[in-house]
């Protein structure tokens, strides 16, 4: 997969945002991903106290980072609005508590962590010891007694799940991988390997030719 920040090797710029006013996209995906476009960082959180917000948001851009991007896709306001809703996807490990309760004891077991390790707050931390923090809930070695109650690794696991399904699921990360399987109205006939619909993004050309 071609790295979306360098321009050798990108998609063109606003291929999604083009179908989106075609009848290529029904109704419901339009509604849907133009809401997406519309977000705005999530200033005062719905579900979240401010701490575990900002521990939330630090766990996020070390999971899914966006350096190259001006304005970042909200992941963490995007979970902070779906456990306000109370919605989900219907299902959870047996040794897990229901979503609210499993992300405010696995953000208290973050910071937990860090301070066992390094002395502060996860969010206080540089990359490289964030990066280490998570990789020991991962493991399902974390110190803290947040992961006495939940187990560490199930955590890990459902946080970085719900960080990709709501990145990918904007439509500017769409289009930095040339995703367009939104513009599904017609059908799809160019099915074989290596082939294109003509909706179907091209990548930008090297050598600028």
Sequence with gaps: MPDPRDPAGAYPAGTVRALLDT??????????LRARLD????RRPRFFDIRALTTLRAACARLVPQP???DPIDVAGCIDERLAAATGNGWRYDSMPPDAEAYETGLAGLDETARERYGGAFH?????RQDEVLLAVQRGKAEGEAWE???AAHFFEELLAECVEFYYGHPLAQEEIGYVGMADAPGWRAIGLGRLEPRE???ADPAGG
């Design 23 to 32: 009848g290529l996209v029904t109704r419901p995906t339009r509604d849907a």
């Design 39 to 42: 977000e705005r960082d999530c």
């Design 68 to 70: 190259g991007r001006k």
């Design 124 to 128: 206080e931390m540089g990359a490289l």
């Design 149 to 151: 109650r939940i187990p």
């Design 201 to 203: 993004p091209r990548l």
